[in-house]
């Protein structure tokens, strides 16, 4: 039964993502790149992995989403289409390298294999130690917070750059600018 | 989009469940899936939420930007904050164990303390980004 669920799964996911490359209209590609969040999130959900699909599903299905919408009430919802001339040799770079990460995959142990390395470097320290160190019972939340909490430090961080980036880009700093410049405002000729 | 009537009374009814949910994800991230993160993120899709069916500006009324943009840095210096408070306290940085008298009630405070950073930075961080990018549009988005 999980076997099929993980086949049906997977087979969406292929249609989804090959429908995004061939699509035109952007406003149904961001519409099915949430359902690819959405069924990536429910296959989260059947390898037991709560707390990825949570943040999938909030993130990728909902909050991108919208801010790709947002994007395109911005600019147009269609894409400008470009011919290009066939190149061999660009289909043999893309052969090549997808039948090498093809390859790669047979030396990757089975999944859910108890004897693969994942399963042992640190996980057991976790599994053992988590409930006596912290009393927490979400592992998950432990690992995130506490035994990794530099890690976590740097990702809230990554997302206050980004805000601050948006804020530069988009004109969060063009207050100040108008602010620092309000003398030359209203005389465009004194300006150099 | 203020005329349309079912999606102005279900948003009504759905923005005060949502936050709630986003508080409950946020404080139950302990013991059950969720966390700081998520709860941001849920957070910030009822501010959008409401900016969509009310208007940027009665939006703007409700969530200032200025409180928002603030809240950005507030929740990331209460993450390095509860570093250094156990650096103080004379453990380590972001060592929680040294929080409090017991290790163990340390942890649970840092823990706590720490995802209430992140969800306050995520939340604010989704709806600044979202009224950039609704500002510079038309008005009503």
């Given at each position: 039964m999980i076997n099929f669920i993980h086949i049906f799964l997977f087979t969406f996911l292929a249609i989804i993502a090959i429908a995004v490359i061939r699509m035109r209209d952007l406003f149904a590609a961001v519409m099915l790149m949430g359902i690819f969040s959405l069924l990536s999130a429910s296959l989260?959900?059947?390898?037991?992995?709560?707390?990825?699909?949570?943040?999938?599903?909030?993130?990728?299905?909902?909050?991108?989403?919208?801010?790709?919408?947002?994007?395109?009430?911005?600019?147009?919802?269609?894409?400008?289409?470009?011919?290009?001339?066939?190149?061999?040799?660009?289909?043999?770079?893309?052969?090549?390298?997808?039948?090498?990460?093809?390859?790669?995959?047979?030396?990757?142990?089975r999944y859910g294999d108890p004897a693969a390395p994942i399963n042992h470097h640190v996980a057991d320290?976790?599994?053992?130690?988590?409930?006596?160190?912290?009393?927490?019972?979400?592992?998950?939340?432990?690992?995130?917070?506490?035994?990794?909490?530099?890690?976590?430090?740097?990702?809230?961080?990554?997302?206050?750059?980004?805000?601050?980036?948006?804020?530069?880009?988009l004109g969060g700093a063009r207050t100040f600018y108008r602010w620092r410049h309000r003398e030359d405002a209203g005389d465009p000729e004194a300006r150099p | 989009m203020i005329r349309h009537v079912i999606l102005r009374v279900m948003a009504k009814m759905l923005i005060p469940l949502i936050m709630l949910f986003a508080l409950y994800v946020q404080f139950h991230g302990d013991y059950g899936p969720g966390g700081g993160f998520q709860a941001g993120v849920i957070f910030g899709a009822a501010i959008i939420l409401f900016a969509l069916i009310f208007g940027l500006e009665r939006a703007k009324q409700a969530f200032p930007p200025r409180v928002l943009e603030v809240l950005v840095?507030?929740?990331?210096?209460?993450?390095?904050?509860?570093?250094?408070?156990?650096?103080?306290?004379?453990?380590?940085?972001?060592?929680?164990?040294?929080?409090?008298?017991?290790?163990?009630?340390?942890?649970?405070?840092?823990?706590?303390l720490v995802e209430l950073g992140v969800g306050i930075t995520v939340a604010s961080v989704m709806s600044t980004i979202f009224f950039h990018f609704a500002g510079r549009g038309r008005a009503d988005v």
């Open positions: 989260f959900t059947v390898m037991d992995a709560v707390d990825v699909a949570f943040t999938e599903a909030s993130v990728g299905a909902g909050i991108s989403t919208i801010l790709m919408l947002a994007t395109l009430s911005l600019t147009t919802s269609k894409e400008s289409t470009l011919y290009q001339r066939p190149r061999p040799l660009a289909l043999v770079v893309v052969v090549l390298t997808g039948a090498a990460l093809v390859y790669a995959t047979f030396d990757m142990p320290y976790y599994i053992a130690r988590t409930m006596d160190d912290t009393g927490v019972p979400n592992m998950v939340t432990a690992i995130l917070a506490s035994y990794r909490g530099y890690d976590t430090f740097g990702e809230t961080t990554v997302i206050f750059t980004a805000c601050v980036g948006v804020m530069l880009l | 840095a507030v929740g990331l210096m209460i993450y390095g904050g509860t570093g250094l408070a156990a650096i103080v306290k004379g453990g380590n940085f972001l060592g929680y164990g040294a929080l409090a008298h017991d290790p163990v009630h340390g942890q649970h405070l840092g823990i706590l």
